[in-house]
Every structure is written in C-alpha cells, then in structure tokens.
C-alpha cells in the first residue's frame, strides 16, 4: 500500500468539510448533526478550532521525545464533564457570530492555512498538544482522523453531501483499528463508513455484530 504523506491526508480531509459547508446558506448551517444539540455551524467551530491549535502547535516545535502517538493519544481524552462543558463553550461561541456564515468564512481562511504549515513543517519534529509531545506526521494524523469523524457527523441532515477523501479516510481507519486489541477482526459486512460511526459510538452495534467481534465487543466505542 502506498505511504501516505500527512500533510496530504490532512488535506484532503479538511478540503471534505470545506466541500460539506462551503455552499450551504444560515438555513443549512442550522441544521443537525451528529454530536448531539450540536448544530452545523457548532461543529464546524469546534473543527476550526482544531485549525486553530494546529497553527499554534506547528509555529512552536518542542524537543521530543514523544510521549503519544497517533493511536495512544485517543486513550487520554477528557471526562464526560469536561466534554460537556466544552460542548456548551462551542455553542455559546458560535452563537455570538452575527451570522452562521461568518464561521464558514473564518473556516476558509484557517484552514488552508493550517494546511500549508503541516506542509512546511519538518516531519522529523515534534511538537505540544492537548498535554502532550507527538511526532509532527503523528499530530497531523490526529487532525486528519477528527477531521473525518466529524465530516461525517456534518452530514446526516445533508443527504447530497461528499463523503470525505480516500487518503484521509484511510488515516482515521488506520487510527481506530489501532484502538482495537491485536486479535479483533473487523467484521466483514462493515464498509470504512460503518467501522467508522459504530468504533466511535455514533452507530449502535447490532446483535451480528456484537456476535462477529465476540469480547472486542466491549471495547466498542473506541472513542467518542
């Protein structure tokens, strides 16, 4: 299989969202999504603060070593409290916006931009995130398989949208099966988008499923 150059795949990824909001009016914006009592225009400043963080990161390299890398960085995240609260800032952050476009528009010029500084940055670097110190290729897989989720828990309202870009999709799937114990054997029937939505909890598992994965099944979902 062909390496996949970080930058590329992150991208790729970001490029999906911009496919997914750019054209949509404050009607479509204002839709559901995924993430509950998240609307489009929620998300989506959520994703551009990831943006934001990558610029910052990417502009201050640290020393290594790492001490995460692109699948042990998952296993740290916040308790449900905190993610609540955090859910609760979006909203009320993207609801001082005059208009919903106005974060489709910031969405535009920040984005890019991370993107042209994981192309510049050196890949044999390192840099500082969330608490932790990752690899450069490591942070930009990070970005890239949020970026995927979150395409998708974009769209569920928007029936016509894109689905997000191969490169990209395969981080995000290389990243949950990572999650996922040595002997777990994702189940056949599941193409890329199932295994993505039920590893991460916005699909259920069904009882074949349940049947297929055996004990693998409680680890499920790998994140949220």
């Not at 009016?25 to 839709?31: E, V």
């Not at 934001?52 to 070593?65: E, K, Y």
């Not at 905190?82 to 800032?89: D, G, K, L």
Request: glycine share 8%; charged share 25%; proline share 7%.
């Amino acid at each position: 299989m062909t390496a996949i150059r970080p930058n590329e795949a992150l991208a790729q990824a970001y490029d999906g969202i911009t496919a997914v909001v750019g054209d949509l009016d404050d009607a479509g914006l204002q839709r559901a999504t995924r993430c509950q009592g998240w609307l489009v225009a929620d998300l989506l400043l959520h994703v551009l603060g990831d943006a934001q963080r990558a610029l910052v990161a990417l502009a201050s390299p640290v020393d290594g070593p790492a001490d995460v890398d692109d699948v042990s960085y998952w296993r740290d995240f916040p308790a449900d409290d905190e993610s609540i609260r955090h859910a609760w800032w979006v909203r009320r952050s993207a609801a001082a916006f005059d208009r919903p476009t106005g974060i489709v528009r910031l969405w535009r010029d920040t984005a890019p931009a991370a993107v042209r500084a994981a192309g510049s940055a050196n890949p044999e670097g390192y840099v500082t995130t969330q608490g932790h110190v990752l690899r450069v290729p490591d942070f930009l897989a990070t970005l890239t398989t949020e970026a995927v989720v979150h395409h998708l828990d974009l769209t569920p309202e928007l029936p016509g949208a894109p689905r997000p870009g191969p490169l990209a999709v395969r981080v995000a799937v290389a990243t949950l099966e990572g999650l996922l114990s040595d002997d777990t054997v994702r189940p056949g029937g599941w193409d890329d988008k199932d295994f993505l939505l039920k590893a991460t909890g916005r699909m259920p598992l069904t009882d074949r499923d349940r049947l297929e994965l055996g004990e693998s099944a409680g680890w499920f979902p790998l994140l949220g």
